[in-house]
């Protein structure tokens, strides 16, 4: 499992770019115990995601951190997306262990083993921040998720980013105002939140079309009333990740609608118009 995992391991252009920087600027270890860091605390996730049988495609390592890509046309219950999320900070607790063993061996003295702990706090401290696509704001995103429909917890993660990234910039450039790779990393960030909130309706898309194919039960259940005005794009905007939708229209004697057979007829052109209540 571990060689599978470690095939599908792929170095994104940026880090390519900082561990460049630190090199010519003379900072080896600096850059290799980033690179040994970021690479066991994304592999942590990658184990998890594997132990809960989910397909990992690839496995990106970025300055902080990575992206486990997996299977887009799958969906995972709320607790499996949370622990494959925390498995890779939790990789980064145990890892001064690591480096406290290394000082055993002649090449790794204390200068090396204070750069490994200031760095394994510092990714993992960043992670955290509630920030797409760091962990902590992709946790932050499952969280909405339960809360909110699918489409609307994206925008709120993503928008709610966008504004915890402005404040960490602004602290940012108050406390380390010419630190090339931070404010690298920042720009990357920005784009990534940028490009997500473009993917959007893809995403979405997708989380329909996997909705209306699905065989699942979900434990949850969501009663939606609706005007028979309403749009069928309105409606699918109130879906909810992980949940059946049982869909009532205000003032019609049919009885209520399932949202799998809903998004099914539609995608197979069964819907008779554009509104819920030309449905059946």
Not at 51 to 68: S, Y
Not at 174 to 193: E, T
Not at 224 to 243: G, I, R
Request: charged share 15%.
């Amino acid at each position: 499992m571990t060689r599978l995992l470690l095939s599908k391991i792929r170095i994104h252009p940026i880090f390519w770019l900082v561990i460049a920087a630190g090199t010519l600027t003379g900072h080896l270890w600096e850059t290799v115990i980033a690179f040994v860091i970021v690479l066991i605390h994304e592999l942590g996730h990658a184990f998890a995601a594997h132990w809960f049988g989910w397909e990992v495609t690839e496995i990106e390592l970025l300055p902080f951190g990575g992206v486990a890509k997996l299977d887009e046309h799958e969906e995972h219950p709320f607790h499996e997306e949370c622990l494959v999320l925390i498995a890779g900070p939790l990789q980064n607790i145990w890892l001064p262990l690591l480096s406290y063993g290394f000082m055993a061996f002649p090449f790794w003295g204390a200068a090396q083993h204070q750069i490994f702990l200031s760095q394994n706090s510092a990714l993992l401290l960043f992670n955290l921040l509630p920030i797409w696509p760091l962990d902590g704001g992709r946790l932050m995103h499952v969280l909405l998720e339960v809360v909110y429909p699918f489409k609307q917890a994206y925008k709120r993660a993503l928008y709610f980013s966008i504004a915890a990234l402005l404040a960490f910039s602004t602290l940012a450039l108050w406390h380390y105002p010419f630190s090339a790779n931070l404010w690298i990393i920042i720009s990357f960030i920005l784009f990534a939140i940028y490009k997500e909130r473009r993917l959007l309706p893809l995403r979405f898309l997708r989380f329909l079309l996997t909705l209306s194919s699905t065989k699942k039960r979900y434990a949850r259940s969501k009663n939606l009333s609706v005007p028979k005005e309403a749009s069928l794009t309105d409606v699918f905007s109130m879906f909810y990740k992980n949940a059946e939708h049982h869909i009532h229209i205000r003032g019609a004697k049919k009885p209520d609608i399932d949202g799998k057979s809903l998004t099914a007829a539609y995608f197979k052109g069964q819907c008779k118009g554009n509104n819920i209540s030309d449905y059946q």
